[in-house]
Structures are given as C-alpha cells and as structure tokens.
C-alpha cells in the first residue's frame, strides 16, 4: 500500500521560513515527479511547485517564483518544499502529489497558517 505523508506545517509570524517534507512508503521516489499544491479556505487548489523525476526542471507559479524551492532525496524516499519569507496569503492546506510510471499518489495535507 501506497502512503504519502506530508509534515512541517505549523503556525509561524509574517517573514518566517518553512519546510515541509514529503515521504512516500511502499514506493520508491526514483523515477517520479512531485508536486506541491496548496488551497486555501474558499479557493480552488492551485499547484505551487513542480520536480521532474530526474530533477533537471522545476515549475513555479508567479505568485512562488523566488521564494519557493522544491527538492527531493531518491535515498529517503522524501520531497520538500522549502518557503521563504512568508505572508498570511500562503496560508492554506499544503499537499504533496508524486507521480510515479505506475500511479498518482496524493497526501492528507498539511496545514500551514501565517499571521501578520
């Protein structure tokens, strides 16, 4: 059975950092994309971050562009999201999405809030 697993999420002041992470059980990051996604209370769920498998291309969206940094570690199994000088308007329900040959596999999500 197939788990992804996201943590790192919390309550933090305006300007603060985060990282979240990504693991994924019962199969390999090897080979498979991961993508971050986030929706806030009464919006639509938007993608933040894009890896390619091999890692040699990422994709951000303007509003993430120069704050965001998206990796991964084939040996752990685990992906991160790393944001940077944080604002309320990040305040949302992260998601992980990793896309392997054989299927799609989404987290629960986790909760990231961002006060003024």
């Known amino acids: 059975q197939v788990q992804v697993i996201e943590s790192g999420g919390g309550q933090v002041q305006a300007g603060e950092s985060l990282t979240l992470s990504c693991t994924i059980s019962g199969r390999t990051f090897s080979g498979s994309s991961v993508a971050w996604f986030r929706q806030a209370p009464g919006k639509e769920r938007e993608r933040v971050a894009f890896?390619?498998?091999?890692?040699?291309?990422?994709y951000f969206p303007d509003s993430a562009k120069g704050r965001f940094t998206i990796s991964k570690d084939n040996a752990k199994n685990t992906g991160y999201l790393q944001i940077n000088d944080l604002s309320p308007e990040d305040t949302a329900v992260y998601y992980c999405?990793?896309?392997?040959?054989?299927?799609?596999?989404w987290g629960q999500g986790t909760q990231v809030t961002v006060s003024s």
């Open positions: 890896l390619s498998w091999s890692g040699g291309a990422t």
């Open positions: 999405n990793v896309n392997s040959p054989i299927g799609s596999y």
